[in-house]
């Protein structure tokens, strides 16, 4: 069965500092791997995604994640984190192609940043 | 473009009550919307793909008679929630595809928070 799995809960950074998040899947096939952020009682905003081709991908605000397939992970880095980055951080996968829409998220990590 | 709302961001209702939660794209049609439930500290989790025209279908486990889908317009999915309980407090998000369902692109709805006294 599908799954992601993000074993960090909680992570504080102080702003300035790096930020990976970590995130692996359980998926038959090739996946479709997102990342999106939510903000407290605010829907979701889709940072990033992958589909195929370059195993590193850009996002939006400075983000960026890595494909590792041998890994099966897909871990969201940003090198200097900002106040504004405190949020909930969502992994998600998704069926490639066909008609199965619906994402199977994480849990989330909740990042917090000190200044 | 690609905006999806919710209405309404809040309510709160007495239990075995009904409430009607409606989500809208607004700059683009999409036949297929989802609705996730999210518990508190937990992630979303998927509880019914709504099809314009068409019964919506339910993922296992999800009351269908209680969690009413109707995707009557393609830019209109509405669910309701029959005779509330407190433990159908929770908040409520919905998304939408243009494309049609697959997952390549959903645009989230901020969400409802719905509380059962």
């Known amino acids: 069965a599908q799954s992601v799995t993000q074993p960090d809960i909680h992570i504080t950074v102080s702003e300035g500092a790096s930020l990976e998040l970590r995130c692996n899947y359980s998926?038959?096939?090739?996946?479709?791997l997102f990342w999106y952020v939510q903000s407290p009682g605010q829907g979701l905003q889709l940072l990033l995604k992958y589909f195929s081709g370059d195993t590193l991908v850009q996002g939006i605000k400075g983000f960026e994640a890595e494909f590792k397939r041998s890994q099966s992970s897909f871990n969201l880095r940003k090198p200097s984190v900002h106040w504004s980055d405190a949020a909930e951080y969502f992994c998600a996968v998704g069926a490639s192609g066909g008609s199965q829409g619906n994402l199977i998220f994480g849990k989330g990590t909740k990042l917090s940043v000190k200044p | 473009g690609a905006v999806v709302s919710q209405h309404p961001s809040r309510v709160i209702c007495k239990s075995g009550t009904s409430v009607k939660i409606e989500c809208r794209s607004l700059?683009?049609?999409?036949?297929?919307m989802f609705w996730y439930r999210q518990f508190p500290k937990k992630s979303l989790m998927l509880m019914a793909t709504s099809n314009e025209g068409s019964k919506a279908t339910y993922e296992q486990g999800v009351e269908k008679d209680k969690f009413l889908i109707n995707h009557a317009s393609l830019t209109l999915s509405t669910l309701t929630v029959t005779s509330a309980h407190p433990e159908d407090s929770s908040f409520y998000i919905c998304?939408?595809?243009?494309?049609?369902?697959?997952?390549?692109?959903?645009?989230f709805g901020p969400g409802t928070r719905l509380t059962v006294l």
């Open positions: 998926y038959g096939a090739t996946p479709y």
């Open positions: 998304s939408a595809d243009p494309f049609g369902g697959s997952a390549d692109t959903q645009y």
């Open positions: 700059d683009f049609q999409a036949t297929t």
